[in-house]
């Protein structure tokens, strides 16, 4: 299996500009997770999905972000528009159940001029 | 929110010696989980310990967990180089979050 697999690597951006960040999990996996990590703030957990369907978004920042899940095989996450305050290393993680270890990504780099 | 919380912030040691990092935590807890990620790459699982296990090993890292004192600890034994990385605890919430800690940051020496 190769993982799970996250596009773009880098993103940069000008302010006010729409960004969607791609996910595709491990095949199998009935959980994915978005996570976003800053040097001020750590690992904050955004939202999460079981079987395509969110569970909980109460770590979404603002109605700016959103995410979507249309199959088991990929999400997006989507800031429209983007503010600088958005930089940061965005994660997706997959799992084969909730109480389970998680299987990341290598990450998308973000940054907002 | 963070609800496990590393010490120390980083640690510097010569390789060949012992790292241990601890990850307290403040409410009750289904299982702890340990990361580790290298610069510029994603978290890797490292061991999960259930909250009715005291002890868990995995080649050379040792995990313990006391409940009581709501808190966990990883050793990392005979260390090397390439055990340089950021140590991460994660625990999950009531509501079925798992949350991680800030962080270790570990050097190892050569």
């Known amino acids: 299996d190769a993982g799970v697999i996250q596009s773009p690597r880098h993103e940069v951006t000008e302010m006010g500009q729409e960004v969607t960040l791609r996910c595709k999990p491990i095949?199998?996996?009935?959980?994915l997770f978005w996570y976003r990590q800053t040097m001020m703030r750590g690992l904050e957990l955004l939202i999460y999905?079981?079987?395509?369907?969110?569970?909980?978004d109460s770590g979404m920042p603002e109605d700016r972000f959103s995410a979507k899940m249309p199959n088991a095989s990929f999400s997006t996450l989507k800031i429209q528009p983007s503010e600088p305050r958005d930089s940061a290393v965005y994660f997706c993680?997959?799992?084969?159940?909730?109480?389970?270890?998680?299987?990341f990504g290598s990450g998308t780099q973000l940054s907002v001029l | 929110s963070q609800q496990g919380e590393e010490d120390p912030q980083a640690l510097s040691i010569q390789e060949g010696e012992n790292a241990t990092m601890n990850c307290s935590y403040k409410?009750?807890?289904?299982?702890l989980q340990w990361y580790r990620q290298n610069s510029g790459r994603g978290l890797v699982h490292l061991i999960l310990?259930?909250?009715?296990?005291r002890e868990k090993h995995s080649g050379r890292l040792r995990v313990t967990l006391d409940t009581s004192k709501k808190s966990s600890s990883l050793l990392i034994t005979a260390s090397r180089a390439a055990d340089t990385a950021s140590y991460f605890c994660?625990?999950?919430?009531?509501?079925?979050?798992?949350?991680f800690g800030a962080g270790t940051i570990l050097r190892v020496k050569s």
């Open positions: 994660a625990t999950d919430e009531p509501g079925n979050k798992l949350v």
């Open positions: 310990i259930r909250s009715n296990e």
């Open positions: 993680a997959s799992s084969r159940g909730r109480v389970a270890k998680l299987f």
């Open positions: 409410t009750s807890i289904n299982n």
């Open positions: 999905f079981n079987n395509n369907v969110p569970i909980d």
């Open positions: 095949s199998g996996h009935d959980y």
